[in-house]
């Protein structure tokens, strides 16, 4: 036991040592920084609502409900179906005041936030769905100019819940490829003109996220015929469009 050597220690340079405990120290200090901004992000979303604005949003959601079934029962108007195939719409109100009924059917056309836009097929029972959410949305006839540049520019794929921009060709043909899709062009066509696989090429872009438009809409839930801002606006979706893409 006597005759062992003691055994050196390693040494570290002091330079080191000051290094690590400068990124110990930044370290715990970004992590008090995350944890205020969660709390007060926590603490600016909650808000107490008073027993009176329950029973507003209450009363707002069966009004709504009311409205709702009142438009389901006007005809639909058929000859919207001999001017295009291919329909453009975004969403523009609904919080509180929806009843679940008009969310339900929101959802049903992938329209779940404000702002967001989806191309669809104008059929009857689409046709039926937008009169009953009028308020909520606006739509029209989009032309090859807007559709090609709401898919180039704001055009998103979703795969395995992974959102990727549309700017690899081997992602389209991946997904499409079965359908003869291999390319962001084949897109735009495919949408432009309606074809046979319209409906996978949708379900395999997200829906369009665009910009709050300055001006362009005044918060008015009246039909865009009489001065507000909902309902069917024909070829004048594409001013809109080129608003907020």
């Known amino acids: 036991m006597a005759d062992e050597e003691p055994q050196a220690l390693n040494y570290v340079s002091e330079i080191v040592l000051k290094k690590r405990k400068n990124n110990e120290d930044w370290a715990i200090r970004r992590r008090e ?6 709390k007060k992000s926590k603490s600016d979303n909650f808000v107490i609502k008073k027993p009176e604005q329950f029973i507003r949003d209450y009363r707002d959601r069966e009004a709504d409900l009311i409205k709702m079934k009142h438009r389901a029962k006007r005809p639909i108007k058929t000859s919207n179906l ?8 975004i969403r523009i109100q609904g919080k509180s005041d929806m009843h679940p009924q008009t969310r ?3 959802y049903s056309l992938r329209l779940r936030r404000m702002f967001t836009g989806v191309f669809v097929k104008a059929n009857e029972r689409t046709l039926s769905i937008l009169q009953k959410v009028e308020p909520y949305v606006t739509y ?11 898919i180039y520019k704001k055009g998103l794929a979703k795969i395995n819940k992974q959102l ?12 499409l490829g079965e359908h003869k899709i291999i390319c962001i062009e084949d897109i ?7 074809g046979p696989h319209f409906k996978e090429v949708c379900n395999f872009l997200c829906p369009f996220n665009l910009n709050k438009p300055e ?3 005044q918060g008015k839930k009246k039909p865009f015929r009489i001065g507000g801002d909902s309902g069917n606006r ?3 979706i594409n001013e809109l469009i080129s608003k907020m893409n």
């Open 140 to 150: 029209g006839y989009p032309n090859l100019k807007s559709v090609n540049e709401l």
């Open 164 to 175: 990727y921009p549309l700017t690899d060709n081997n992602i389209i043909e991946q997904a």
């Open 188 to 194: 735009v066509n495919e949408i432009a003109n309606v």
């Open 215 to 217: 001006k362009a809409l």
């Open 234 to 236: 024909e070829d004048l």
């Open 33 to 38: 920084q995350l944890e205020q901004r969660v």
């Open 82 to 89: 001999s001017q295009s195939k291919l329909l453009f719409v």
């Open 104 to 106: 339900k059917l929101l």
